[in-house]
């Protein structure tokens, strides 16, 4: 059943309430209500299809809800748009193919879309080499802002991309299968600088197929089935047996809905 978290008492970074967004008959989120909290990471699981992507673009902005609201601190936010998104509720997404641009460097991959200017029309090049050195720097990366983002591994990008989120100070940070596309070794290196986001007070929102990677840092899980929340889980004990079943045993209600 979907419903948000009501052991807490502290007022929620996020408040979801019963989201809905239906691509003609098919219900892709159907009465989802979720509470995110500042400085917890929650991994975003289910099969393919389940909702998850199309939660995740409500929140975002690039799909509109039908139906639903939203709370930002308490405060009721319509989300209209990615920049909204952004803007309204602090919500930096990184995606699977991290959407740098390779031919780049560093600093204009972060300030992409949001430069800082002086006389409201030129670029203050300076002053964004020197923020993306801080932040890269608080990131404990080798890379210089003047790095061409292509020629960074694969474990480097990631940073980048985190880099952008503490950059503008973000508070969500929606990571989508950080550990897909990296090397082994990398992965632990993700799973650091996620610890190291929920440290400095930000929430984190973590969709990946590794079961493992969200067993090891996350707060709550959140399993998704056929655009609703399946269960909500914490993250005390569980074991990768308990998160498979979880996603994939059928409740009473799946199998009275497929007899029919």
Known sequence: MSTPNQSRTETPLLSLR??????GPV?????????IYSGEVIGLVGDNAAGKSTFLSLLTGYNLMDSGEIYYKGRPVTVKSPRSSRQELKIEMIYQNLSLAPDLPIWQNLFLGEEITFAGIFNNRRRMINESQRVVRELNAK?????????????????VAIARALLFSRELIIMDEPTAAISVAKIDEVLKLIRHLKAQGKSVLLVSHRL??????????????????KQIMENRNISLEDLVHAMFDRTPEEEVKDVH
Request: aromatic share 4%; glycine share 8%.
């Open 143 to 159: 890379a210089n802002p003047t790095d061409l983002v292509g020629t960074l591994s694969g474990g480097e990008q990631q940073l």
């Open 18 to 23: 019963h989201l809905k967004k239906s691509f």
């Open 27 to 35: 219900h892709a989120v159907n009465d989802v209500s979720l509470d």
């Open 212 to 229: 493992e990677d969200i067993l090891t840092v996350a707060d709550r899980i959140v399993v998704f089935a056929h655009g609703k929340i």
